[in-house]
């Protein structure tokens, strides 16, 4: 699906870090972003991915009007990759922070009497401790009103599905951070939201039983078909905004309303 033309340059001069922007739905939010204005770090961890992020970046600097981007490689599941991430994007992109985009994320597929401490860790590290402390660290940094901490959910955060009890309560727990955050920063203008995908055609996607997956596209309203990264940076893209600055501690279904609340 071709990504949305345009746009106005309504983030120039924001500093944004999207986590997890070498491939799928970050890697389209990061060149969103871009698009509309922003400077952006993107952050990945695989060595396997330097041509990925390498071609992003070439997508953003070819862009019609000239713009700044960094790649980070760092671990996220490392606590001490956070704090590295804040100071390279000062660095090289500074002096604030305006946007954080918490999405890198991973899915574990294990029936429940086989869970086990690595495990948990694995999925639970990256998808709930990363967005902690990239927040964590992103918060001294922010500019002194209107700062945006967008966190990337799932609808599995409000569903159930059978082996996949790590990852859905993970994404649970991401809109409770999103909410806690909210009320914290909302004194200095700042808005916290989560944005939940259905199902993108990604990588990730791959993992998810095809049962699942089609019961998914047969009961979503608009088109039955799976969503696309540009169906989910454009979401982001306008949380990213002044033109959101009274929507804060949400989570918002980008599904084709396969969820509704
Ligand atoms: N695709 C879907 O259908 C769907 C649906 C609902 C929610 N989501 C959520 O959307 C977000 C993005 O998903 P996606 O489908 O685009 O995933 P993806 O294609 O698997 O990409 C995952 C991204 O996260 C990065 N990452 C993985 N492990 C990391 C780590 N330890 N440290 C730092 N970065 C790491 C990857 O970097 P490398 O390339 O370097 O490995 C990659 O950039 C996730 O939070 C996911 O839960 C996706």
Known sequence: M??????????LGKVAIVTGASRGIGAQIAFE???????????????????????LMERIFTMESHREA????????????????????IKSLGPR?????NNAGCELARPAADITASDFAHVYDLNVRAV????AAVIPHLPPSGGRIINIGSIGGRSGFKDFSLYCSS?????????????????KGHTVNTVCPGPVSTDMLNGIPKEIVENQLRNTPLENRRG???????????LAEEGSRWVTGQT?????????W
């Not at 922070?97 to 985009?101: G, H, R």
């Not at 994404?171 to 004194?187: D, I, N, P």
């Not at 918002?252 to 509704?260: D, L």
């Open 2 to 11: 071709p990504s949305s033309t345009s746009v106005s340059e309504t983030l």
């Open 33 to 55: 972003l871009a698009k509309r204005g922003a400077k952006v770090a993107a952050t990945y961890t695989s060595p396997s991915s330097e041509p990925s992020i390498e071609k």
């Open 70 to 89: 960094h790649p980070i490689r760092a671990d996220l599941r490392d606590p001490t990759a956070p704090a590295l991430i804040v100071e390279q994007t």
């Open 97 to 101: 922070v305006d946007i954080l985009v």
């Open 132 to 135: 902690a402390l990239m927040t």
């Open 171 to 187: 994404k649970a727990a991401v809109e409770g951070l999103t909410r806690c955050y909210a009320a914290e920063l909302g004194a």
């Open 228 to 238: 696309s990264t540009d169906d989910i940076a454009q979401v982001v893209g306008f």
């Open 252 to 260: 918002i279904s980008a599904s084709g309303g396969h969820c509704m």
